[in-house]
């Protein structure tokens, strides 16, 4: 199989790529639209494409007008648009992800300051910059010291003259060449012109397919952990504790730790590379400051791991915010073990009342090992090197096709979907596409409601584990046949 190929199929092999397209067309399905899809899941997370600008330049409504719905909310004033805003897009074929951002603006304060911190990570997680000027009014000092900000990130950019209805104002478009960031795409966001030419100058910025941050992008290099949880927990704690020593500021304060610190530990006979990440505080859009870049760093290093530790302090109620950091690492598409700290300090009263939390606070996630420990003793701490080695199994984890469609086969006619508007909708066939987390597409006759994937999902896990992962389940469903 040559590279090209074997990068088309995902993880598939050619047989199994083969039997897989010869059952999609058997069925009715569009092989062009089923190998994109495998295509797309076999590659993981999406490039991702960042819309920035300052406030009022028509930044949501060009993202409207790409993802192809009202979905991002626009009102004729500035500052509507505060956090980033995510949505998934297709233009000829490919997909990607768009972010909508806040407008950015120089030396503002208060929550217009997040507002711009927002726009300035969106910046640096993505894989392209869309930055959106005002023809109409031209290029502004917020303009230019915008293009400083992204010429420093060092991403791809394409220049958008956005509100160029007609061609009395191209002309105008044409002035914002002085930017020097290149060609302005003419685009009327409000009523779609130009916006096919802008976007085939996104497909060339965007990459094919997103680079892999795992590990340190060596064959057999340091896995890589990411401490994360709210603040004061004990993170920077179990990392001094791990490490045998003390690598890492520890105070009773609150958000001591502001940058990541990445350390190359020994443990269990393995180098890991473990980052020690700022406490998550409630509510971030409206954090100044310091914790607020804090966060934003908190979720980078997350996107840079493989599996993330995530702390719990077991002496204190379950809080929003620990359901919330878990949901991060899930999203991410991260390994994950959740570590309950500060377990000699529980007495058996508090251990029941955590049980119940956990029970109904955390039943999404009761796929992931859990650890007890004590950072500050170092109790149970030689459980968390296999806890976390058995989460990267399940991450990696791969079911062949043969054996996963005998497996929906005996699931769908044990259980089959209930019956919906006088239908009944039947798995066809499915394959895994992709691992590192795993990411399954089923071929079906109808539309399976959130409550059967769900239970896909449960039987999926009992049946091959896959513990310790998050897993991803897309849905294709076959178009009705056309009649000839």
Not at 26 to 55: C, Y
Not at 116 to 141: R, W
Not at 401 to 409: D, E, I, P, S, Y
């Amino acid at each position: 199989m040559s590279n090209d190929t074997a990068a088309h199929h995902g993880e598939l092999g050619d047989a199994e790529y083969a039997e897989f397209m010869a059952l999609a067309a058997e069925e009715g399905f569009d092989t062009d639209e089923v190998d994109a899809d495998l295509d797309a899941a076999s590659h993981g997370p999406l490039p991702v494409l960042a819309v920035v600008g300052r406030p009022n330049v028509g930044k949501s409504t060009l993202v409207n007008r790409v993802i192809g719905r009202r979905e991002a909310v626009v009102e004729d004033r500035p500052g509507v648009t505060r956090d980033r805003v995510t949505y998934e897009a297709t233009w000829n074929g490919r997909r990607f992800k768009i972010v909508d951002t806040g407008g950015w603006e120089v030396d503002v304060l208060g929550i217009d300051a997040a507002v711009a911190a927002q726009a300035e990570y969106g910046i640096e997680a993505a894989d392209a910059v869309l930055f959106v000027v005002d023809a109409t009014v031209g290029a502004t000092d917020t303009d230019e010291a915008l293009v400083k900000l992204i010429r420093r990130a060092g991403k791809p950019v394409v220049l958008c003259a956005n509100k160029v209805d007609g061609p009395s104002t191209e002309a105008e478009a044409a002035y914002l060449w002085s930017l020097g960031l290149g060609e302005p795409y003419p685009v009327s966001a409000l009523h779609g012109r130009g916006s096919g030419d802008l976007l085939d100058a996104v497909m060339d910025a965007l990459p094919e397919a997103p680079p892999q941050l795992f590990g340190n992008g060596a064959v057999g290099g340091p896995r890589r952990v990411a401490l994360i949880g709210r603040p004061n927990v004990g993170k920077s704690s179990l990392l001094n504790k791990v490490a045998g020593e003390e690598r890492v500021v520890v105070n009773e304060l609150a958000g001591t730790t502001r940058d990541p610190v990445d350390e190359m530990i020994e443990l269990g006979g393995k180098t890991w590379k473990f980052v020690d990440t700022a406490g998550i505080r409630r509510r971030v859009h409206l954090t100044a400051g310091a914790d607020f870049y804090a966060s934003l760093r908190t979720a980078s290093a997350l996107e840079k791991a493989e599996v993330a530790v995530v702390l719990i302090d077991a002496s204190e109620t379950l809080a929003e915010q620990d359901t919330r950091i878990i949901s991060m690492a899930v999203e991410a598409g991260r390994a994950v073990v959740i570590a309950y700290n500060k377990w000699d300090q529980l007495d058996e009263e508090r251990r029941y009342y955590l049980e119940r939390e956990i029970e109904r606070d955390l039943v999404q996630v009761q796929w992931a090992p859990r650890v007890n420990v004590s950072a500050k003793t170092g109790r149970h701490m030689e459980k968390l090197v296999p806890a976390i080695e058995t989460a990267l199994e399940g991450w990696e984890t791969r079911i062949p096709t043969a054996r996963l469609n005998a497996f929906l086969g005996e699931l769908v006619a044990a259980h089959p979907h209930p019956i919906r508007g006088g239908k009944q909708p039947r798995i066809l066939f499915g394959t895994q596409a992709g691992t590192r987390p795993p990411r399954f597409v089923l071929f079906a006759s109808g539309f399976l409601e959130a409550g059967y994937r769900r239970f896909i999902e449960r039987r999926l896990r009992e049946e091959f584990g896959f513990e310790g992962t998050p897993i991803s389940i897309s849905v294709r469903v076959r178009e009705k046949r056309r009649k000839k």
